[in-house]
Nanobody, 127 residues
Framework: QVQLVESGGGLVQAGDSLRLSCAAS????????MGWFRRAPGKEREFVAA????????YYANSVKGRFTISRDNAKNTVYLQMNKMKPEDTAVYYC????????????????????WGQGTQVTVSS
C-alpha cells in the first residue's frame, strides 16, 4: 500500500513558476513509476507527466512539454513537478499517482495504469 500526499499548490500569475511535491509512504516507492495528472473545472482528468522507477524515462503531455519537468528523489520518497512559464490554462487540481509497473509504457499516459492516488492540490494561474 502506498499513500501519496501532494503539496506546493497555490495562486500564481501567468509566466510564474511553481513546484509541486508528492511525498509517498512505503518502502517500495523506488520501484513504482510515478505520474502527475490534472483536472480543470468541467473537464476530465488528464495526463501531465510520468517518470519511471529510476528516473531514466519521462513522458510529457504536449501541452506542458518544454515548460514542466518531472523528477524524483527515491531517497526522500518524493516526486516533483517543476512548472515554469505557467499559463491560465494550467489551472487545475493536480494529482500524483503511483504505478506498480515501474518501467514506463504508453499506458502510463492513462489513469487506469495507476493503483494509488493522492488527494490533489489546487493550482490557479491568473492572467
Amino acid at each position: 500500500q502506498v499513500q501519496l500526499v501532494e503539496s506546493g499548490g497555490g495562486l500564481v500569475q501567468a509566466g510564474d513558476s511553481l513546484r509541486l511535491s508528492c511525498a509517498a509512504s512505503g518502502r517500495t516507492f523506488s520501484s513504482y513509476a510515478m505520474g502527475w495528472f490534472r483536472r480543470a473545472p468541467g473537464k476530465e482528468r488528464e495526463f501531465v507527466a510520468a517518470i519511471s522507477w529510476n528516473g531514466g524515462s519521462t513522458y510529457y503531455a504536449n501541452s506542458v512539454k518544454g515548460r514542466f519537468t518531472i523528477s524524483r528523489d527515491n531517497a526522500k520518497n518524493t516526486v516533483y513537478l517543476q512548472m515554469n512559464k505557467m499559463k491560465p490554462e494550467d489551472t487545475a487540481v493536480y494529482y500524483c499517482a503511483a504505478s506498480e509497473v515501474g518501467r514506463l509504457t504508453i499506458l502510463h499516459r492513462g489513469t487506469s495504469e495507476y493503483e494509488y492516488w493522492g488527494q490533489g492540490t489546487q493550482v490557479t494561474v491568473s492572467s
